[in-house]
């Protein structure tokens, strides 16, 4: 099984200050891992996704993340937020090779930028 | 464009009457799902297909029912049986690969009065 663990339910920054939102992975076999946003009361659209290859991923709206095997963890970062980044983070977790395709959602992290 | 619609956008019912939340793809995916949202729980999978004509039960199933009678639809019912109805529902679709990127539609707010 795999489980997925947002270390944070809210962080609150000013804007331009850089962010990091942690997520840490639990999982017997290779992962693909992904980080979603969602904007008030909308569904969800992705930023980024590790497959495989280069550990540092970058994404839409200037989002990067780490995928740190050793660490199992897949934390995602922006070095200058904006007031617009306010909104609702998920990472989420599913198979490689012999795991759920499906995936596992974390519970959330929500982003409060102020001005 | 290609996309998720879902429909009604706020749904609003008294207790004990069933409600149908369309889905509807046209993305030619061959994976649906059907997520429960509610404040600080994240999302909470309910149905998923893989293939028309077949579902599965996901965490939180009981109190809902879903059919894939076409590719571009998956239907969820919410019945008299499910307890606390009153949530934000999100479909997803997915094409059958293992990379699994989900693609999310605006969702269905129900609140059972």
């Known amino acids: 099984a795999q489980s997925v663990t947002q270390l944070d339910s809210q962080v609150p920054v000013f804007e331009e200050a850089p962010v990091e939102l942690r997520c840490n992975y639990s999982?017997?076999?290779?992962?693909?891992l992904f980080w979603y946003v969602q904007y008030p009361n909308q569904g969800l659209q992705l930023l980024l996704k590790?497959?495989?290859?280069?550990?540092l991923v970058k994404g839409i709206n200037g989002f990067e993340a780490e995928f740190n095997k050793s660490q199992t963890s897949f934390h995602l970062r922006k070095p200058s937020v904006h007031i617009s980044d306010t909104a609702e983070y998920f990472c989420?977790?599913?198979?490689?090779?012999?795991?759920?395709?499906?995936?596992?959602f974390g519970r959330g992290t929500s982003l409060i930028v102020h001005p | 464009d290609g996309g998720i619609t879902q429909s009604p956008k706020y749904l609003f019912r008294k207790e004990g009457q069933n409600v149908t939340l369309s889905c509807e793809q046209n993305?030619?995916?061959?994976?649906m799902y059907w997520y429960r949202q509610d404040p600080g729980q994240g999302l909470r999978l309910i149905y998923y297909?893989?293939?028309?004509?077949?579902?599965q039960k996901g965490d939180i199933a009981e109190g809902y029912s879903v059919s894939r009678e076409k590719k571009e639809s998956f239907p969820l019912t919410v019945t008299s049986a499910q307890k606390n109805p009153t949530a934000f529902y999100l479909c997803?679709?997915?094409?059958?690969?293992?990379?699994?990127?989900?693609?999310f539609g605006p969702g269905t707010r129900l609140t059972v009065l």
């Open positions: 993305l030619n995916h061959d994976a």
């Open positions: 999982s017997s076999v290779s992962v693909y």
């Open positions: 590790y497959l495989s290859g280069s550990t």
């Open positions: 997803a679709s997915s094409k059958e690969t293992s990379n699994n990127e989900q693609f």
């Open positions: 989420a977790v599913s198979r490689g090779r012999g795991g759920s395709y499906i995936p596992t």
């Open positions: 297909s893989q293939i028309v004509n077949d579902f």
